[in-house]
């Protein structure tokens, strides 16, 4: 894709990027609700035109190319199967119109169906399914048509979380083979972290960065990227650099080292995500805050505390379950390597020391 972008009724879905994507690659979408990935994947597609820019498949510009007559398959959240038609016709369909021989056709549809573990149920029609076999029918039917693209638009959300897990440790496995491009949007972080591969962050129709997962995870190139690949989303705070101390809002000071230590006095932006607030005192050298638990949120091995510090809303992901008075002040601590700087503008500045060793 080059400089490609979209504008319906004079609003901008999709800024102007450029995204070039490898054959054998899985490539996450990541980024919130009406960020720019469907948009995206219908332009990947064919499905609709670009406002400007061009899309190159294998060094021919097809822009203006039907998506019929393209090597696509996509998947949709609202899984789409043939009602009326068993698995195995299901499966079959996209074959039977490429006028592919019975003998091509049995053997490919019985392959797929066993990567999706639906061997047994060939015979049953969709609405017999369960939900997952339904939705792997529509993955084995794209996986079928050996398409040199192959788009997955958050095609798990609405499965139970036992499939969930189970699929995106399979999803890569059972396409790596493939040679195809693969992309599959998603909302949260750590389905990307599951995926692997790469990671495109959207937000608000702009691309932000684009890399390896691990490598846009550990070091984003700024705090709306940090945001975006961090569930619930990085906090921030105020600091100010002045000699060799980093300064925080209450006046707590750490030594500048590492990538700190080259940075110009003035005032920065720290940032650090959820699960490295601690309750509990975690060692010397260690930063404590004191904020009003304003929420708290049990998910069974875990408990989400929504903070209020100073006016500032922050998130801290705690391990285990812990019973606490709402309203009261509570102290909280953090371990200065796990601060990442940004400049006021947004601009990642230094990267958190441990995200830097790993």
């Known amino acids: 894709m080059k400089a490609v972008s979209k504008v319906v009724g ?24 009406s960020s720019g990935k469907t948009s995206l994947m219908r332009l990947m597609a064919g499905l609709d035109a670009p406002s400007s820019g061009k899309i190159i498949w294998e060094g021919r510009d097809v822009t203006g190319v039907r998506v019929q007559d393209r090597q696509v398959a996509m998947v949709y959240q609202q899984f789409i199967n043939y009602p009326s038609m ?82 995106r440790v399979e999803i890569p496995k059972i396409f790596e083979e493939a040679g195809s491009i693969f992309v599959y949007a998603t909302t949260e972080p750590e389905e990307a972290l599951l995926l692997g591969g790469n990671t495109a962050t959207l937000w608000e129709g702009r691309l932000t960065q684009f890399g390896p997962t691990p490598s846009v995870y550990r070091t984003p190139v700024d705090a709306t990227t940090a945001r975006v690949f961090s569930d619930p989303p990085m906090n921030f ?13 209450e006046g707590q000071g750490v030594a500048a080292t590492g990538a700190m230590a080259g940075l110009g006095d003035g005032p920065y932006l720290a940032g650090f995500r959820p699960n490295h607030l601690e309750i509990t005192p975690i060692g010397p050298g260690a930063i404590t805050f004191d904020a009003k638990l304003v929420v708290t949120e049990l998910t069974g091995s875990e408990t989400f505390v929504h903070l209020d510090h100073h006016g500032e809303r922050w998130v801290g992901l705690i391990h285990g379950v812990h019973d606490l008075e709402l309203g009261a002040q509570l102290a909280v601590h953090l371990d200065p390597r796990h601060v990442y700087v940004f400049r006021e503008s947004g601009e990642l500045v230094a990267p958190a020391a441990y995200a830097a060793a790993a």
Request: with cysteine; glycine share 8%; charged share 25%.
């Open 86 to 167: 068993t698995v195995y016709e299901n499966i079959a369909s996209p074959l039977r119109l490429m006028g592919k021989s019975r003998d091509e056709i049995d053997a490919a549809v019985r392959k797929a169906a066993d990567l999706m573990q639906l061997g047994p149920l060939l015979d049953r029609k969709p609405l017999e399914l369960s939900g997952g076999q339904q939705q792997r029918c529509a993955l084995a039917r794209a996986l079928v048509k050996d398409a040199g693209l192959v788009l997955l638009d958050e095609p798990l959300a609405n499965l139970d979380y036992k499939l969930r897990e189970e699929l």
């Open 237 to 249: 705070l105020t600091v100010t650099k002045a000699g060799d101390r980093l300064t925080f809002g």
């Open 10 to 33: 004079g609003q901008v879905h999709i800024h102007p990027l450029d995204l070039v994507l490898e054959k054998g690659t899985m490539n996450v979408l990541l980024g919130p609700t």
